[in-house]
């Protein structure tokens, strides 16, 4: 942990003080001016600030927005006071979900504006999709859209489409990282094994396929 002085700074974990000489700083995102590297929200933090201003511009526009609800038109003349009755009458049997029953030629129409219309939808979309390249998360497994027919055969290969854009570089990051911080040459890996586990029926033929040309044993399988 520094100090935008240069000093030394505490470094705290589980509420209690480390010494800073105990404390390995792995940066990531870097910028300019800055000793240490950004989390990935910090670093996209202006996407970020432009999605939640979208949702409160949206969440206002449907409960505060300066626009009628409905709107009643008649083919006979009405004069304010009796405009401001038929609105009270309308407005009372609407609040109470009773039957709205007009007369003297008014006709009422209800005024909406589809969510779908707006775009609200869409930029809710894609502030997910967004979301999504920032971490580097593969879009289907947040739920978002890709934007894209592009499907996967099996879930062998979802595992290692996560583990290319998502994981692999962290991966890489902390091995050298760690490794740098071992006496001789010694170097750390990772294993992802557990994220490439494949479906039974690719697992059966792999295996099939290794004792067959005797890369391994059946008591190996």
């Known amino acids: 942990a520094e100090r935008r002085d240069g000093g030394d700074a505490d470094a705290w974990s589980y509420g209690k003080q480390v010494p800073t ?5 792995f940066r990531a995102y870097r910028m300019p001016g800055l000793p240490v590297g950004l989390s990935p929200i910090q ?28 709107v009643v038109t008649s083919d006979l003349p009405i004069d304010d006071e009796q405009a401001r009755s038929i609105k009270e009458r309308i407005r009372s049997r609407i609040v109470g979900r009773d039957t709205l029953v007009l007369g003297a030629g008014l006709k009422y129409q209800a005024l909406s504006v589809s969510p779908e219309e707006s775009q609200f939808l869409a930029t809710q979309k894609y502030g997910v999709a967004a979301t999504s390249r920032l971490f580097g998360v593969p879009p289907e497994m947040i739920a978002a859209e890709a934007g894209n027919s592009m499907t996967y055969s099996n879930i062998e290969q979802k595992g290692i489409d996560f583990l290319t854009y998502c994981i692999q570089p962290w991966l890489s990051r902390l091995e050298y990282g760690i490794s740098v911080l071992l006496p001789g040459k010694k170097h750390v890996r990772f294993d992802p094994a557990a994220l490439l586990r494949t479906d039974l029926h690719t697992l059966m033929q792999a295996t099939a396929i290794g004792i067959a040309s005797k890369q391994m044993t059946p008591d190996e399988a």
């Open 21 to 25: 000489a105990d404390v390995v700083h």
């Open 43 to 70: 670093y996209a933090a202006t996407s970020l600030d432009r999605d939640h201003a979208i949702q409160n511009f949206a969440l206002g526009y449907y409960e505060d927005a300066p626009h009628p609800q409905s």
